[in-house]
């Protein structure tokens, strides 16, 4: 997301504590869940810092609008 929260933070959106692994020697966690950049930069404009793995999860299983080829 946008600046990291520190190591054991609360998340924005959920309010859930969570580790942050941005600092850690092997890649952070959230990394993992796929979200289309659109949802991304919704998301780095409503919330300050990252969100926890769950709500980044959740996120990432919500339906995209498709966009029409050529677009």
């Known amino acids: 997301m946008t600046a ?3 190591p054991n933070a609360a998340c924005p959106r959920c309010g859930g504590a969570f580790h942050c692994g941005v600092d850690d ?3 952070c966690a959230c990394t993992a ?3 289309a950049p659109e949802q991304l930069r919704q998301l780095q404009a409503q919330y300050d810092g990252c969100l926890c793995l769950h ?3 959740q996120l990432a ?3 995209r609008p498709s966009v029409p080829p050529g677009r």
């Open 61 to 63: 299983q919500e339906p």
């Open 33 to 35: 869940p796929v979200l």
């Open 25 to 27: 020697a092997t890649p």
């Open 4 to 6: 990291p929260l520190a």
């Open 55 to 57: 709500c980044l999860r």
